[in-house]
């Protein structure tokens, strides 16, 4: 019914900018919140950004200041600029959405992305 597809992430250097994005689609009515989640090796899942559809966000503190996330609502898309990248920033980043399908809230999931910081 809904994917999520996200794009953008990839290799970087310590102090370098990646954007991702992340592009729903299919049977949707609307999306509530959105946001971008991130699990490292041996780690578990932890929450990166979230913003509502009002646009209130929030952060977890070591990417507060760094990161900003945004969303486009006519493209059903959510963005995560990432700035001053640091080693400890590399995980699978998963975008993840609240989205109203047929008067139900479901909790769809992206494929995940890749973002390694390294020199």
């Known amino acids: 019914q809904v994917q999520l597809v996200e794009s953008g992430g990839g290799l970087v250097q310590p102090g370098g900018s990646l954007r991702l994005s992340c592009a729903a689609s299919?049977?949707?009515?609307?999306?509530?919140?959105m946001g971008w989640y991130r699990q490292a090796p041996g780690k578990q899942r932890d929450l990166v950004a979230a913003i509502t559809s009002g646009g209130s966000t929030n952060y977890a503190d070591s990417v507060k200041g760094r990161f900003t996330i945004s969303r486009d609502n006519a493209k059903n898309t959510v963005y995560l600029q990432m700035n001053n990248l640091k080693p400890e920033d590399t995980a699978v980043y998963y975008c993840?959405?609240?989205?109203?399908?047929?008067?139900?809230?479901?909790?769809?999931w992206g494929q995940g992305t890749q973002v390694t910081v390294s020199s």
């Open positions: 299919g049977s949707i009515f609307s999306i509530n919140a």
């Open positions: 993840n959405a609240d989205v109203v399908v047929y008067a139900k809230i479901y909790d769809y």
